[in-house]
Nanobody, 119 residues
Framework: QVQLVESGGGLVQPGGSLRLSCTAS???????????MGWYRQAPGKQRELLAR???????SYADSAKGRFSISGDNAKKMVSLQMNSLKPEDTAIYYC??????????WGQGTQVTVSS
């Protein structure tokens, strides 16, 4: 099995920054080849949305809501991905989820980490 373990969420004031990290682990993680890893978020009453994604060639893509403020980075060999979030706004408050897609088409999700932007 493969688990995605997230860290870095918390409470931050508007305009502040947070860095989320995610690492794949588990008994079978060494046998898994990651195609892409990414970050999603889900705010109360809203659908889960893709924020940013990075593939095994280190090509990154962003949702409009993340462009210019968020930056994704990853280490495919270590099966790790991070999301640097700057200039945070109250509307960024949500549960943030790590996601991984393997070459053979499996999708894994982290348990989610709460990000709250409030003064």
């Amino acid at each position: 099995q493969v688990q995605l373990v997230e860290s870095g969420g918390g409470l931050v004031q508007p305009g502040g920054s947070l860095r989320l990290s995610c690492t794949a682990s588990g008994r079978t993680v060494r046998r898994v080849t990651i195609y892409a890893m990414g970050w999603y978020r889900q705010a109360p009453g809203k659908q889960r949305e893709l924020l940013a994604r990075i593939d095994r060639s280190s090509s990154a893509s962003y949702a409009d809501s993340a462009k210019g403020r968020f930056s994704i980075s990853g280490d495919n060999a270590k099966k790790m991905v991070s999301l640097q979030m700057n200039s945070l706004k109250p509307e960024d408050t949500a549960i943030y989820y790590c996601n991984a897609v393997t070459l053979d088409g499996y999708t894994y999700w982290g348990q989610g980490t709460q990000v709250t932007v409030s003064s």
